[in-house]
């Protein structure tokens, strides 16, 4: 059964940096990315890259700032946040796919990961 798992969330100051890691087993995904949620609202796309090409895409909040990466040789995907704001802090999760396109909306995402706390200072 595939799974994903996420690490690398915790406390940062505002102007800092932190690097998600999510690594999937049990299958490979043509489709890897990034939600968050922040408390009280709807989780959001931040990312997400495609398999085996150079093609990567970002929500408009975090576009400049982020930067999505994948290894498939480990079946991971990373997320590398800077210039980190008190907007950012959520819990972000990681999310897996099939299938050829891009990705934005939270449904169209059949795998998710347990999450992993990101809380940016002020």
């Known amino acids: 059964q595939a799974q994903l798992v996420e690490s690398g969330g915790g406390l940062v100051q505002a102007g800092g940096s932190l690097r998600l890691s999510c690594a999937a087993s049990?299958?490979?995904?043509?489709?890897m990315g990034w939600f968050r949620q922040a408390p009280g609202k709807e989780r959001e796309f931040v990312a997400a890259a495609i398999e085996r090409t150079s093609i990567t895409y970002y929500g408009d909040a975090v576009k400049g700032r982020f930067t999505i990466s994948r290894d498939n040789a480990k079946n991971t995907v990373y997320l590398q946040m800077n210039s980190l704001t008190p907007e950012d802090t959520g819990v972000y999760y990681c999310?897996?796919?099939?299938?050829?396109?891009?990705?934005?909306?939270?449904?169209?995402?059949?795998?998710w990961g347990q999450g992993t706390q990101v809380t940016v200072s002020s």
């Open positions: 049990g299958r490979t995904f043509s489709n």
């Open positions: 999310a897996a796919r099939n299938g050829v396109g891009l990705f934005r909306v939270v449904k169209e995402y059949d795998y």
